[in-house]
């Protein structure tokens, strides 16, 4: 069974997106929101949506502990913005680098 994509408006206004796994865990989420749909959804393509996509292969991986020492991941493009991050954090690296994964980390 494959993850859903959901696009949905936050309380701005602003379009953002959320990957959920077959089990119901959101397992990937935008950073930030869109003014628009289009381009919100031109961020997912980053993340796997619609299928394999080189779209994002310049992007930069961060792998970090957060200040309860859970491994987290952050994507970030070429011109700095934060692109994608882990919607949660894991209790060793090789668990945040699947996630990471799901989400197109090579």
């Not at 299928?51 to 987290?72: M, V």
């Amino acid at each position: 069974m494959a993850d859903k994509w959901e696009f949905y408006r936050d309380r701005a206004g602003e379009w953002r997106w959320r990957r959920i796994a077959p089990n119901g865990n959101i397992v990937g989420a935008s950073s930030e929101g869109y003014s628009n749909k289009s381009n919100c959804i031109e961020n997912t393509r980053r993340h796997g949506y619609g299928g394999a996509s080189d779209k994002g292969a310049r992007d930069r991986w961060e792998f970090y502990t957060d200040r309860s020492g859970k491994w987290r991941w952050r994507r970030i493009a070429p011109n700095g913005e934060v692109v994608g991050a882990a919607t949660e954090g894991y209790s060793n690296k090789p668990d945040c680098e699947s996630n990471a994964i799901r989400n197109g980390y090579h």
